[in-house]
């Protein structure tokens, strides 16, 4: 991958990432609910290789022989040279299973890849090309324990998951260095090549899927029972070694195949809801019914008594009664519709006031229309002696 293919996946990478930053602001996530995950880790890295100067001094090496061997000015022209990066920039991919033994302590184990090619191209005093590369590749397993940094020791407010990891690489067969001019391959311990750590932020999480942005650094060391000198010329004579880590900036998306069940949320409260218990049914009859029947009692008492007034004047007409009488009578029956005509209103009034009433009960009778009462007669004759 030559130069600028290289700055531009790295600018493409920090557009997405500072994009999934800014994205998270929004939406703060505190743990991770898997007990059970597979993760995919595309990463940035700078390789800590200082044996670059080897292939370096090769390819100066070989650009003044052409310089020499051009008969003339116009051959010198001819000859022309591209120089190695300064950085080993490349692109590793880790893939691995992780597991949540503790609520925010994780142990994960993973297996990666490591390419890095370097390549240049050099044209002789008669304008021929000719290509020279290196390529540092690598094959790390790791174990790695994570675990969640406490909100209470983070100044962010709202703080998400952060987390600190540590892990321990071991180098599997296929970790070497191959070059135009040979090749070398490393040897491989039992007890391990190196270290790393790094500091994360667990940015979204989505229905078991969650991305986690790390930063961090890692030391691999390897080494072979080949020298240097034997993929470049000029390199050195001792037994070669080598470090195929470095800085890192990497993207963990991780998919929980087994998760915790989500907490049930509960109000911030301990107030007992009206709408938790079902309502008390309320027995409306009587309240219907007793102011109904207190307005039929009255009419009818009214009723009685009118009736019987007016049967004692009519009878007192008759039997040539004193006016007086009758009158007296007439104010009996007149206090008493009054009187009993007062009580209906009042127990309408209060059988209207009442909620239940109100709103169960239909219009309550109407009392009884009070009747006027009976004039004297004036042409009345008296009885004869």
């Known amino acids: 991958m030559g130069f600028r293919s290289k700055t531009w996946f790295c600018a493409i990478c920090l557009v997405l990432a500072a994009s999934t930053f800014s994205f998270a602001a929004d939406d703060v996530v505190e743990h991770d609910n898997s007990r059970i995950a597979i993760f995919f880790q595309p990463a940035i890295s700078f390789l800590s290789f200082e044996e670059r100067e080897y292939f370096q001094d090769a390819i100066d090496t070989i650009y003044h022989e052409f310089r020499a061997n051009a008969r003339n000015e116009e051959e010198s022209l001819y000859v022309a040279k591209q120089n190695f990066q300064k950085v080993n920039f490349c692109f590793p991919i880790t893939g691995g299973l992780q597991f949540q033994v503790l609520q925010d302590h994780f142990l994960s184990a993973g297996l990666g890849f490591i390419y890095d090619d370097e390549s ?64 070398i391959d490393a040897d491989n311990s039992l007890f391990g090549a190196g270290f790393g750590f790094s500091i994360g932020y667990l940015i979204a999480s989505w229905k078991g899927l969650n991305l986690f942005g790390d930063i961090g650094f890692s030391s691999i060391k390897v080494k072979s029972k080949e020298s240097f000198a034997d993929i470049v010329p000029g390199g050195s004579t001792e037994k070669a070694k080598w470090n195929i880590g470095g800085l890192q900036l990497q993207i963990r998306v991780s998919f929980g195949v087994w998760n915790k069940p989500k907490p049930v949320e509960k109000d911030d409260d ?28 009255i009419a009818d008492s009214t009723k009685a008594l009118t009736s019987a007034a007016d049967s004692t004047i009519a009878d007192s ?25 007062s009580a209906a209103k009042d127990s309408s009034a209060a059988a ?15 009392p009884a229309k009070k009747e006027q009462p009976v004039k004297e007669a004036t042409g009345s004759k008296k009885p004869e002696e």
């Open 120 to 183: 240049v191209v050099l044209t002789d005093r008669k304008n021929k090309s000719h290509n020279y590369s290196y390529t540092i590749q690598g094959i790390p397993f790791f174990l790695e324990y994570r675990f969640a940094i406490p909100v209470n020791l983070i100044t962010l407010s709202n703080g998400g998951l952060f987390s600190v990891a540590f892990r321990w690489y071991w180098t599997l067969p296929g970790t070497e260095i191959y070059t135009s001019w040979g090749k």
């Open 352 to 366: 209207t006031s009442s909620p239940t009433a109100t709103k169960n009960s239909g219009k309550a009778p109407e």
């Open 270 to 297: 301990d107030h007992v809801k009206e709408s938790d218990f079902e309502p008390i049914p309320k027995d409306t009859t009587a309240s219907k019914a007793a102011p109904a029947d207190s307005v039929k009692a």
């Open 317 to 341: 007409t008759v039997a040539g009664t004193d006016s007086s009488a009758v009158d007296s009578v007439a104010a009996v029956k007149d206090s008493t519709v009054a009187t009993d005509s």
